[in-house]
């Protein structure tokens, strides 16, 4: 049984950091393409970054304060957050892929059920 199971989320002030984590089961991570969304009230899935075996994407607006990472001994990939905003307030989901293209879409095989992160300012 395949499972994301994410952790790592909560209420924050502007400018403090969270570490989220995802773990993974039932499939065989390493050959996984992992990737995290988010989604805020309202709005659309955004993605944040995806990482494979040898590369990382991330492409959108949170460059630079956001990182993510992989521990594929652990099954486990990582979103570190940075000097976190308000605007970053979202439900935050791992999402795990086969194949390697359109990373950047919802187009995933695996989802997590996601966990809420909250920036007050």
């Known amino acids: 049984q395949v499972q994301l199971v994410e952790s790592g989320g909560g209420l924050v002030q502007a400018g403090e950091s969270l570490r989220l984590s995802c773990t993974a089961s039932g499939f065989l991570f390493s050959k996984y393409a992992m990737g995290w969304f988010r989604q805020a009230p309202g709005k659309e899935r955004e993605f944040v970054a995806a990482?494979?075996?040898?590369?990382?994407y991330d492409e959108n607006s949170v460059n630079g304060r956001f990182t993510i990472s992989r521990d594929n001994a652990k099954n486990t990939v990582y979103l570190q957050m940075n000097s976190l905003k308000p605007e970053d307030t979202a439900v935050y989901y791992c999402?795990?892929?086969?194949?390697?293209?359109?990373?950047?879409?919802?187009?995933?095989?695996?989802w997590g059920q996601g966990t809420q992160v909250t920036v007050s300012s």
């Open positions: 990482i494979t075996w040898t590369a990382i």
């Open positions: 999402a795990a892929k086969r194949t390697l293209q359109r990373l950047n879409t919802a187009e995933y095989d695996f």
